[in-house]
């Protein structure tokens, strides 16, 4: 599988439609971190993460020919993430937020790249904080901060996500993080929110692979 690691993801899809399963293997790897932060982003629990994970990826791979290619993957996939979990708690929106403050020139939260990620990701403290923080915003906020600044999509791919304009997304985003700038040390990477265990990845992939190969 490793010599399979530098195909594009248009590539891999190709494959994968044309019969070769085993290459999705990569997609799930690619795509778990992404997919467990959008799932904490909406307060489910890791358990409830990793079961709405497994039916993302299977979910997308039974649609893959329908993926055209207009967006990215990885938006894409989000988007179907997104969807079981609205399935799973239905959220209500602000329908008609006043957009204002709508620039996108602050300051990001996340700047330093000088930390020790290592010696901060093995601080459990720094977790409790970041998800008890989150978990503290209303949810309109959270998702976009969540997409905006963790998953690292742009304004663009937020605002077909969200179905919101730009204008708003910048509104949200700004909103978000003076939300968090009182409770979260700005030295922080957003690299560091919502680890993903490397255990949990290789049970998401065992667990999908095996539900695609029974299809």
Not at 1 to 13: K, R, V
Not at 41 to 69: C, P, V
Not at 190 to 207: P, R, T
Request: glycine fraction near 4%.
């Amino acid at each position: 599988m490793a010599s399979f690691e530098q195909l594009t993801g248009q590539e891999i899809i190709a494959r994968v439609i044309q019969g070769e399963k085993a290459l999705y293997e990569i997609i799930v790897r690619r795509f778990n971190p992404y997919l467990y932060k959008t799932g904490r982003s909406y307060n489910y629990n890791h358990e409830d993460t990793q079961d709405l994970m497994q039916e993302t990826f299977i979910d997308a791979y039974k649609n893959l020919q329908q993926f055209e290619g207009r967006s990215g993957f990885k938006t894409w996939i989000i988007r179907i993430m997104m969807n079981n979990c609205y399935r799973k708690k239905e959220k209500a929106g602000f329908k008609n937020e006043i957009t204002y403050d709508a620039n996108d020139n602050s300051k990001p939260m996340f700047t330093n790249q000088n930390n020790d990620t290592g010696k901060v990701v093995q601080t459990r403290e720094l977790g409790h904080i970041i998800e008890k923080a989150l978990a503290e915003i209303p949810f309109n906020y959270r998702i976009v901060f969540s997409l905006r600044e963790i998953n690292g999509l742009n304004v663009l791919e937020t605002s077909e996500l969200l179905h919101i304009s730009e204008a708003n997304v910048k509104v949200r985003l700004n909103r978000a993080k003076t939300m968090l700038r009182n409770e979260i040390e700005k030295t922080y990477s957003s690299a560091e929110l919502f680890e993903f265990n490397l255990i949990y990845c290789d049970a998401i992939v065992e667990n999908v692979m095996k539900k695609i190969n029974e299809l």
